[in-house]
């Protein structure tokens, strides 16, 4: 065998071996970061916002590694998309002080994941029914917190219906358990099984950013 062809084949195989072991620490780091809010939010000892909001940041580093990777219009759009998540979350999580600039920034996010999936059959569909839902929310006098909340569970939902038309198994199930973090703030909002749903949407949230980042990582997003 050649010697550029086995050079070509030990640095193919230390890079494949780099990025199991960039994946299976990214995925131990973020098991530690769940454990650790579960025991905090379930048993009240400690404050876990900082501990939340890692998840959120170790999800942006990872999603450049993964541009680094491979470069692609499509990769930088989730890169792009994790560092307004991050942004969201600060909002939200991290200092919970301007709600609406947070779910604005989502609504935001779901948009922009849905012009990653780029999905021809619901589009039209999708569009129309954001502006539906906007313009009625808001001629209906819904503030403009409440609009953006339309505007991003529409789209989260049309990202669930896309990529399971679109057959993306791992994105698929990490925006089902999106959308379920979304239904867990809106069951909290009017007490509904409360006390469990004042903590349940992190149990969903967390492992959900987790597997949007592996389908990625899987290349599904092509």
């Not at 992190?202 to 980042?213: E, G, K």
Request: with cysteine; aromatic share 14%.
């Amino acid at each position: 065998m050649p010697k550029t062809c086995i050079h070509v084949l030990r640095a193919f195989t230390l890079r494949l071996l780099y990025n199991l072991v960039m994946k299976k620490l990214f995925l131990a780091l973020q098991a530690l970061i769940y454990a650790a809010l579960i025991l905090g939010d379930f048993s009240g000892r400690f404050p876990t916002g900082a501990i939340k909001f890692s998840c959120i940041i170790l999800c942006a580093l990872y999603s450049l590694y993964l541009l680094g990777n491979k470069a692609g219009f499509r990769r930088l759009l989730f890169a792009f998309i994790r560092l307004l998540t991050v942004g969201g979350d600060y909002f939200l999580t991290l200092t919970g002080r301007n709600y609406l600039a947070g779910v604005m920034l989502f609504a935001a996010i779901e948009v922009l994941y849905g012009l990653m999936l780029f999905n021809r059959r619901t589009l039209l569909w999708r569009i129309g029914v954001t502006i539906v839902i906007a313009a009625g929310m808001r001629l209906m006098g819904y503030d403009l917190l409440y609009v953006f909340s339309g505007v991003s569970l529409v789209n989260l939902s049309f990202n669930v219906i896309d990529t399971a038309m679109l057959k993306k198994p791992l994105l698929f199930r990490g925006f089902v358990l999106f959308l379920l973090c979304d239904v867990s703030v809106g069951m909290n909002t009017l007490n509904i099984l409360a006390p469990f749903t004042a903590y349940s949407p992190w149990v969903f949230y967390l492992p959900s950013q987790v597997l949007l980042c592996l389908g990625v990582s899987n290349h599904e997003e092509e």
